[in-house]
Structures are given as structure tokens and as C-alpha cells.
């Protein structure tokens, strides 16, 4: 079966600071998908970034970047120089060609405050 | 380009009356999803569809859930009748194709209250 955890229910941050987001994932297929969404007040979920199961590169876009690590099944996700509009519901979600839906976690309010 | 449009936004019912949900995914998307959301969770997935075609409902309530999507385009989603855990928000997503790798575009979605 395929499960997302997000363990961080809230969390606040004053802007500027980094925030990082921790996901965990589990799944049996050896090729997926792994994304993070954004889901602000307006609550349309905003795609951020995906990554697939066979490039375990990290990267930086612009003030986001995700760390992949297959030998811990984790997924992280950060916020450099936290803005107020960075205040959102941040979803980390899985997915795979077999079964072609999104397997999404209970998401992380992240609250930034001026 | 338009994106995922949904409607109502809002809609308040009395339990046991029927409602229906309405959405038109971005132009020139195959496949479009239906999710439930509940306050504090992620979104879960109802239907998915390959244009016209129900390729997985197996988290669809057949007894009072239906949908629709005629012509493989916009889609409709009733619920017939509603109970008071029903009250949720309702997404409509849409991608190129149905395979993992393919981002999904969420409308607004559409937030329900039964009392």
C-alpha cells in the first residue's frame, strides 16, 4: 500500500527563516513520483516541484529546494527566507504509472509571520 | 490559459437533499479527477477519469455518489442523498495524461455543508 506522512502538523516561523518541510513516504513500486503542493486560504493546490523515483539530485528553485533520499524514503522540502505569502498548507503527495492517482499526506500549516 | 473551473464555490443543503458538483477541466486534458477533501486532511481521490471513460472509482460511494463526464470533457458529481459527512470540500483536478508523472491542475473547489 502507498502512504504519505507529514509528522509536522504547524508550524511558525517569523519571516526570514528557512523553514523545512519533512515527508516520508511508502510504496512498493520501484518507479513513482513524488510532488509538493501548495494549498493557500484561497485553497486551490498550486503544483511546487516533482522529483521521480530514479533522480535522487537535489535541487534550488528559486527560494524553494527538496532533499530526496531513497534509503530514507523521505521527501523534505525547503523555504529559504520565509515570506508572509509562504503562509499555506504544504501537501507532500506520491504517485505512480500503475495506479496513476495522488497519494497525498495530511499536509503541514506553515504560518509566517511579519 | 483558464484553469480548472468549478462551481458553486459554496453550497449549503439540509441532509437528504440531493446536490451536484460541476467542473471543466483546462482545454486539451484526457484525464480528470474528482477528490474529497476534509477539514485538516489531504485530499483523497473519488473517480478518475481517461476522457469519458471511469478508469478507477473504487473510493466512489456508488450508493449516493454518481459522476459524470459526457463527451470527455466537463464532469458533473452528485450526491444523492447527502448526509451530514458529506460536508467537505470537493476538488475537481485535470491532466495531459494519467500516468504518475503528470502534474494535476486543482480548481478551487467546491465546499459543502449539510446540516
Known amino acids: 500500500a502507498q502512504k504519505v506522512t507529514q509528522a509536522q502538523t504547524e508550524i511558525s516561523v517569523v519571516e526570514k527563516e528557512d523553514v523545512t518541510l519533512d515527508c516520508v513516504y511508502e510504496?512498493?513500486?520501484?518507479?513513482?513520483?513524488l510532488f509538493w503542493y501548495k494549498q493557500p486560504p484561497s485553497g486551490e493546490l498550486v503544483f511546487l516541484i516533482r522529483r521521480n523515483s530514479f533522480d535522487e539530485q537535489n535541487e534550488i528553485s528559486g527560494r524553494y529546494s527538496w532533499n530526496f533520499q531513497k534509503s530514507t524514503s523521505s521527501f523534505n522540502f525547503t523555504i529559504t527566507a520565509s515570506q508572509v505569502v509562504d503562509s499555506a498548507v504544504y501537501f507532500c503527495?506520491?504517485?505512480?504509472?500503475?495506479?496513476?492517482?495522488?497519494?497525498f499526506g495530511a499536509g503541514t500549516q506553515v504560518v509566517v509571520t511579519p | 490559459e483558464a484553469g480548472v473551473v468549478q462551481s458553486p464555490r459554496y453550497k449549503i443543503i439540509e441532509k437528504k437533499q440531493p446536490v451536484a458538483f460541476w467542473c471543466n477541466p483546462i482545454s486539451g486534458h484526457n484525464t480528470l479527477y474528482w477528490y474529497l477533501q476534509n477539514l485538516g486532511q489531504g485530499p483523497e481521490l473519488l473517480i478518475r477519469y481517461e476522457n469519458e471513460e471511469a478508469v478507477d472509482d473504487s473510493q466512489l460511494p456508488k450508493d449516493r455518489f454518481s459522476a459524470e463526464r459526457l463527451k470527455g470533457v466537463d464532469s458533473t458529481l452528485k450526491i444523492q442523498p447527502a448526509e451530514l459527512g458529506d460536508s467537505a470540500v470537493y476538488l475537481c483536478?485535470?491532466?495531459?495524461?494519467?500516468?504518475?508523472?503528470?502534474?494535476?491542475?486543482f480548481g478551487p473547489g467546491t465546499r459543502l455543508t449539510v446540516l
Open positions: 483536478a485535470s491532466s495531459l495524461r494519467g500516468q504518475g508523472w503528470n502534474e494535476q491542475f
Open positions: 503527495a506520491l504517485s505512480a504509472d500503475s495506479w496513476g492517482k495522488l497519494q
Open positions: 510504496t512498493r513500486d520501484t518507479t513513482y513520483y
